[in-house]
């Protein structure tokens, strides 16, 4: 089992930045791909970024390249998500997940076996 917990969202109005925080236990984290993704009211969960084991290897969604960064610390057992240039549109509930079965995370959200409860981000116009 693996036990995954977000941190780091919140309220900022457009053009701001945040970093979401995901840390993860139960598993030997390097064996881990993991991936970010979030929740509109409404909306389906949607793929954000993804990386690979090692964090060699990263992918985004269109809508958030050149904006976000994800990174992880296999030493900490956590994986990141530096949001820059928000806007409102980013507004949603955002979800880190792992895949223990592939070396980079997919883009499909049912190829991950865990997930964490989820963290608000609210972005103001």
């Known amino acids: 089992q693996v036990q995954l917990e977000e941190s780091g969202g919140g309220l900022v109005q457009a053009g701001a930045s945040l970093r979401l925080s995901c840390a993860a236990s139960g598993r030997t984290f390097s064996s881990l791909a993991m991936g970010w993704f979030r929740q509109a009211p409404g909306k389906e969960r949607e793929f954000v970024a993804a990386i690979s084991r090692t964090g060699g290897i990263s992918g985004y969604a269109d809508f958030v390249k050149g904006r976000f960064i994800i990174s992880r610390d296999n030493n900490n057992n956590t994986v990141l998500l530096q949001m820059n240039s928000l806007k409102p549109e980013d507004t949603a509930v955002y979800y880190c997940?792992?895949?223990?079965?592939?070396?980079?995370?997919?883009?499909?959200?049912?190829?991950?076996?865990?997930w964490g409860q989820g963290t608000q981000v609210t972005v103001s116009s």
């Open positions: 997940a792992a895949d223990p079965n592939r070396n980079l995370g997919s883009t499909n959200p049912t190829h991950y076996d865990y």
